[in-house]
């Protein structure tokens, strides 16, 4: 039954920067892991992200470790990711998660619920 909604995607230069929110209602943000999955064109979706209930662990994949930053602010009921060092690679529709079953990292089955997506486009 939680609602997610992404914001902040849009067309960057490589090198630039871009952050990204989603904001969930509907059920109690807090009890939920939270994640940032994207789907380049003609690839696999892939988990970019992940951070457990309290933030207390967070998970990275290889290819953006160190540039990419997840947060939550569960007073504001929204997870953040913030994204330097963008590359065109990284051009993809980006989509928010949630999960009851915990953890940082999780792949699509244990999805709870999706949000719609945003557009990231990363220029050369």
């Known amino acids: 039954q939680v609602q997610l909604v992404e914001s902040g995607g849009g067309l960057v230069q490589a090198g630039g920067s871009l952050r990204l929110s989603c904001t969930s209602s509907?059920?109690?943000?807090?009890?939920?892991?939270m994640g940032w999955f994207r789907q380049a064109p003609g690839k696999e979706r892939e988990l970019v992200t992940g951070?457990?209930?309290?933030?207390?662990?967070?998970y990275y994949a290889a290819s953006v470790k160190g540039r990419f930053t997840i947060s939550r602010d569960n007073a504001k009921n929204t997870v953040y990711l913030q994204m330097d060092s963008l590359e065109p690679e990284g051009t993809a529709n980006y989509y928010c998660?949630?999960?009851?079953?915990?953890?940082?990292?999780?792949?699509?089955?244990?999805?709870?619920?999706w949000g719609k997506g945003t557009l990231v486009t990363v220029s050369s």
């Open positions: 509907g059920r109690i943000f807090s009890n939920y892991a």
């Open positions: 998660a949630a999960t009851l079953k915990g953890g940082s990292y999780f792949t699509e089955i244990r999805v709870d619920q």
């Open positions: 951070i457990s209930w309290n933030g207390g662990t967070t």
